[in-house]
C-alpha cells in the first residue's frame, strides 16, 4: 500500500485559512489487516467516499491545505473515535458506543461482515499507531498552522453518501438531499459559515438538507470550536451528482461540473468571515 495520506499545501501565493480534509477516499488495505478482512471487495468500494479527492483536488489551487487518506475505512475509521468499539469487535472492549460501525467497522452498510470475528487488541493497537494517530497529529497540526496564521481556521470536512438511504443507516431507500451540511445542530461553526455552504448549493439549484442524515462524525465534533475560532463544516454529497452508484463510474460532465462547484466552495469559504 503506498503512503497512508497525502498533505498538499497551497500552490498559489494567495492561501487561505481552508484546510480540505478527504478521510474515506481511499481503499488501501495493508497485509496485516488484510488477514482479518471477510468484507467482499465490491463492499470496499461501495462504502469509500469514492472520487471526493479528485472532487477537491483543485482545493490547493483556492488557497487551501487538502489533507486525502489512502486508507479504506475498514482498515480503521478516521473519523470516528478511540473509544467507538465494543467487545464483538475487539477483545476486551467495554464501549458500546457503536457497536458495528465504530474506529473498525463489522459489518458492512449492506449487512456484511467486515470481520470474521473481534481483532485482537494488539491489531487494532497496530492501526492506531500507523494510521489512525499520524493522521490525527497532521490534521490537528495543518489547523492550528491556519489559525495561528489567520485568527480562525476553517475545516471542510469531504464525504459522499449513497443518494438513496440504506437500512445500516436508518432511512432504507428514502432519497437523500443532494448536499447535507453536517454541523452538529449548527454548534461546530459559525452562522455565516454554514450559511455559506447553504447558499453556495441552493445557487446551484441543489437540495440541501441540514443535518440529515448525518450531522458530523468525530472530526465535526472532536475540532469543531467556533469559540477557538476552530470551524468545521462536514459536507455531504449524494453520490449521484457525479458516479454511477451501482458501477462505481465517474459521469462524464458531472463530474467536472461537480468538481467545479467543490472548488468554488473552497474558493468561498476561503472569503467568508466567521
Request: aromatic fraction near 6%; charge should be neutral; glycine fraction near 8%.
Amino acid at each position: 500500500m503506498r503512503e497512508l495520506f497525502s498533505l498538499i499545501e497551497p500552490t498559489i501565493a494567495l492561501e487561505t485559512p481552508i484546510v480540505v480534509e478527504v478521510p474515506h477516499a481511499g481503499l488501501g488495505v495493508d497485509a496485516q489487516a488484510l488477514a482479518f478482512l471477510a468484507a467482499p471487495a465490491r463492499a470496499i468500494g461501495r462504502d469509500a467516499d469514492l472520487y471526493v479527492d479528485e472532487l477537491y483536488a483543485d482545493a490547493p489551487a483556492r488557497g487551501a491545505t487538502l489533507l486525502v487518506s489512502h486508507l479504506s475505512r475498514y482498515v480503521v475509521d478516521l473519523n470516528r473515535s478511540e473509544q467507538d468499539i465494543d467487545a464483538d469487535t475487539v477483545e476486551g472492549a467495554t464501549g458500546h458506543a457503536r457497536a458495528t460501525r465504530g474506529i473498525v467497522w463489522r459489518l458492512t452498510s449492506d449487512g456484511s461482515k467486515v470481520l470474521d470475528g473481534p481483532l485482537p487488541r494488539t491489531e487494532l493497537d497496530r492501526r492506531l499507531d500507523a494510521y489512525y494517530r499520524p493522521y490525527h497529529r497532521t490534521l490537528a497540526a495543518a489547523l492550528e498552522r491556519k489559525r495561528t496564521k489567520f485568527g480562525f481556521v476553517i475545516l471542510l470536512a469531504a464525504h459522499s453518501m449513497p443518494s438513496l438511504g440504506r437500512a445500516a443507516h436508518g432511512d432504507p431507500h428514502h432519497p437523500r438531499a443532494d448536499v447535507v451540511p453536517g454541523t452538529r445542530g449548527r454548534s461546530s461553526a459559525a452562522a455565516s459559515i454554514i450559511d455559506a455552504v447553504d447558499d453556495h448549493a441552493r445557487g446551484a439549484r441543489m437540495s440541501v438538507a441540514h443535518d440529515d442524515p448525518y450531522q458530523g462524525g468525530y472530526t465535526t465534533q472532536h475540532y469543531g470550536r467556533p469559540e477557538r475560532h476552530i470551524h468545521v463544516v462536514q459536507v455531504e454529497l449524494a453520490r449521484r451528482l457525479y458516479m454511477e452508484e451501482g458501477q462505481l463510474t465517474r459521469i462524464a460532465g458531472a463530474f467536472e461540473r461537480t468538481r467545479t462547484w467543490c472548488g468554488d466552495l473552497v474558493a468561498r469559504l476561503g472569503s467568508t468571515k466567521p
